[in-house]
């Protein structure tokens, strides 16, 4: 089997709490430390040029990738019971593909089903994957005259109510029927909904745009419970080709991680978390066969058991 393309990238977290233009010289770091994309937490309360990233990143030959993380009105959603609050949420999130676009950014990542943190404790109505189905439908039809794809993350039940796991995601992604719709695997939050890493990959195969690769407690990749040796095989079996993106928020960083949810100290510092990650992660793959080493062929390295 031939190695594929797969881009390795970090979230923005993992560098600063929220993203501006003063964040310009995190591009180079990134580059400097081998990865090849970064995904930028957006919303109503994040400006910056647009133009400048896309800039530097043109030149730098790095990808970026958006999601929301900022402010986002939970009013703002398109599974609401309320149809002005998912017209609401079509034209926000549509806002949010917009700057997508002119960041040039390839993906508009996240719980875009709905809306993060909102979990409604009732027997979902039938109707309301219709509805949703239907506002993500227009919404992927005009991220792709942007030039962005939608990329649908199924999150723990304690975010959303919504999509908590691949067959889930699946299931809306062929309700809203369009081509420009993905999906995201997050194994943070499938460590509490579902037991079976592979079988979750294999689910969403078709449509699997990239991997956030993170512990069980968003620790450095390998350092917890997450059973890697089935994700690595899982991406190995698919032939995946798409992004792994390492997600935490940096908890040096005053009260940033804490107001996230994040109570323990496992991301002090950015750099050795991505050196850390990125080298458990590389060599992972390179077992599982998905990546080639620098010399075009395939390494059995001495990685540490994962499961």
């Not at 995904?39 to 647009?50: A, L």
């Not at 019971?81 to 079509?90: D, F, K, Y």
């Not at 806002?95 to 390839?106: D, Y």
Request: aromatic share 10%; glycine share 10%; charged share 20%.
């Amino acid at each position: 089997m031939e190695g594929t393309a797969i881009k390795f990238g970090i979230h923005s977290y993992v560098f600063v709490d929220r993203w501006s233009d003063a964040c310009l010289p995190f591009l180079d770091r990134a580059k400097a430390l081998d990865l090849d994309c970064i995904e930028i937490g957006i919303g109503d309360d994040v400006p910056f040029s647009c133009t400048m990233f896309r800039h530097r990143a043109e030149e730098l030959g790095l990808e970026l990738a958006v999601s929301p993380g900022g402010r986002w009105p939970p009013e703002c959603d398109l599974s609401s019971e309320n149809a002005s609050e998912r017209q609401a949420g079509l034209a926000w999130h549509k806002r949010q593909v917009n700057v997508a676009s002119e960041l040039g950014a390839v993906a508009y990542c996240g719980s875009i089903y709905g809306h993060t943190g909102t979990v409604k404790f009732r027997r979902p109505p039938p109707e309301e994957y219709q509805y949703t189905a239907e506002g993500l439908h227009l919404l992927a039809d005009y991220a792709r005259d942007k030039g962005v794809a939608i990329v649908l993350e199924p999150m723990s039940h304690f975010r959303t109510h919504i999509v908590n796991t691949p067959g889930q995601c699946l299931r809306l992604i062929t309700m809203a029927d369009h081509d420009n719709l993905h999906a995201l695997f997050d194994t943070y939050h499938m460590i509490t909904e579902i037991t079976d890493y592979s079988a979750g990959i294999r689910t969403i195969a078709r449509r699997l745009w990239g991997v956030h690769a993170c512990e069980n407690n968003r620790g450095v990749p390998g350092s917890g419970l997450i059973p890697w040796n089935a994700v690595f095989q899982a991406l190995g079996h698919i032939g995946f080709d798409g992004h792994v993106i390492m997600e935490a928020y940096n908890s040096s960083l005053h009260d940033f991680a804490f107001e996230r949810g994040m109570f323990h100290n496992v991301c002090p510092n950015a750099e050795s978390f991505i050196k850390e990650g990125l080298d458990f992660l590389k060599r992972g793959l390179h077992r599982a066969g998905t990546v080639q080493d620098s010399q075009g062929g395939y390494r059995d390295s001495n990685l540490r058991p994962a499961d």
